[in-house]
């Protein structure tokens, strides 16, 4: 019996983590399109430009996603020596990111102008910086909305009502 109950919640476990990768693929995909649709718009790019850009363009997303995947998971460091591995960690990302942004170079210049393979540069960073922006933006929110749950939880009752008239407080 125990061994079929374990059976059960490792098929259970499996399914789970297959439908959130399936997620996380999906979400990944449709990032990647609208990517794609902004830098065809940013670039101007031609049909036969964008078609030679999109497999170019995937491989390079699927280096940097693989760089930028390393990351550690989110939360202060217990101490300072993880602190300073966490600074080193992501400065060798950082590094690494650069050069496949340097080897795509040369890469983007066999479809795109000069002129574009800059301002593809340029458009990539922005994105990247929007993201993170709304990233930041929704953890903050979370954490508003936390505050204040946690702000509820501890109030009295009655408290933040304002008093009826000849109430006296």
Known sequence: MKKMMMTMLLVIVAITAGAQEKKNENFA??????KVREMTYRLELTDAQKEKFVPIYRQYNNEMRA????RRKPGKPANEQESLA???AKMERQQRAQAVRIKYVDEFAKVLDAKQVKRFFEVENNMQKKMMQRKAEGAHKKQLGKGKKQFDKGKKPGQGKKPE????R
């Open 29 to 34: 995909e449709r990032m990647f399109e609208a």
């Open 67 to 70: 760089i930028w995947g390393e």
């Open 165 to 168: 008239q000849g109430d006296k």
């Open 86 to 88: 966490a600074t080193k």
